[in-house]
């Protein structure tokens, strides 16, 4: 058992954070977290939109405040942006602050999951399977380092998914209270 007070979640665009976040959430009674819509929330401006006016640089820089911000709270399950590993104080803030999970896709069933979604930055280019190729190739490794648990082909169904995952989480994770220290 690895005793943390929250189970956050890493992985590519597309690799169902928010989707499984939620109901992982719902079956451990923990609160549910998006980095993302936390800081277009706290911004009033779209990630799109940060991007556009900050460049990657400005993103990365509000993404890492917001993180260590929700980092400092306890029983949630927080699902990161996908380039959030890319720093590595955010990955030892990960590590600090919970049961780190990560949801592995592959680019074609990014390319499938992300067929329609034209809000995401990165992914402005003529060639998005290369794109995604060259995001998985950097990031990868990185969300293999920072993960306490990775999680099983992430093909199935949601709620296949979700019973797959709550029940890899909970033979390897043990939620605790990180001031007192004690396990929940």
């Known amino acids: ?6 189970l956050i979640l890493v992985g590519p665009m597309g690799a169902g954070k928010t989707t499984l976040g939620r109901k992982l959430a719902q079956h451990f009674g923990l609160e549910f977290r998006d980095l993302d819509l936390e800081l277009e929330e706290h911004t009033g401006a779209s990630v799109a939109l940060i991007f556009e006016l900050e460049g990657e ?9 917001m993180l260590e ?18 720093d590595p104080g955010n990955r030892e803030l990960m590590r600090r602050s919970g049961f780190v999970v990560y949801l592995p896709a592959t680019p074609a069933q990014q390319l499938a999951r992300l067929k329609r979604d034209r809000k995401r930055p990165l992914l402005e280019t003529p060639d998005r399977a290369a794109r995604l190729l060259e995001l998985a190739a950097v990031r990868d490794p990185l969300y ?8 099983p082909d992430a093909a199935l169904a949601p709620e296949r998914a979700t019973q797959r995952a709550a029940e890899a989480i909970a033979t390897a994770w043990q939620r605790c209270d990180a001031r007192a220290g004690s396990a929940s």
């Open 57 to 65: 640089a400005g993103f990365r820089s509000r993404e890492r405040a």
């Open 1 to 6: 058992m690895n005793p943390a007070p929250n």
């Open 144 to 151: 293999r380092e920072v993960a306490d648990l990775v999680l």
């Open 69 to 86: 911000r929700l980092c400092g709270e306890e029983g949630q399950v927080l699902a990161t942006g996908g380039g959030s590993v890319l």
